[in-house]
Nanobody, 116 residues
Framework: EVQLVESGGGVAQVGGSLRLSCAAS????????IGWFRQAPGKAREGVSR????????YYADPVKGRFTASRHNANNSLYLQMDDLEPTDTATYYC?????????RGQGTQVTVSP
């Protein structure tokens, strides 16, 4: 059974930092593109970052470029999202997700709240 479990969310002040983690199990981690998306109340889902399975190249959405850093560690089946210089617009539920030949899946999400 595919499982993705996020952790590390919480409350941060503007300009602060949080580090999200995603523990993956039940599938071959390095066979999948893996990444993060977020969704704020009343807003559409927004892709944040994704990392390719082959060369580790990383994509970032424009709103988070230069502030967020995603990394994956195939050896321990984990994905991370370092979020720096947080802004109130970063407030959302953050999900890790995978996509590959076996299908797609996402975790249950972790809440990030940035207070002014």
């Amino acid at each position: 059974e595919v499982q993705l479990v996020e952790s590390g969310g919480g409350v941060a002040q503007v300009g602060g930092s949080l580090r999200l983690s995603c523990a993956a199990s039940g599938f071959t981690f390095d066979d999948y593109i893996i990444g993060w998306f977020r969704q704020a109340p009343g807003k559409a889902r927004e892709g944040v970052s994704r990392i390719s399975r082959s060369d580790g190249s990383t994509y970032y959405a424009d709103p988070v470029k230069g502030r967020f850093t995603a990394s994956r560690h195939n050896a321990n089946n984990s994905l991370y999202l370092q979020m720096d210089d947080l802004e109130p617009t970063d407030t959302a539920t953050y999900y890790c997700a995978i996509s590959g030949s076996g299908g797609t899946a996402r975790g249950q999400g972790t809440q990030v709240t940035v207070s002014p």
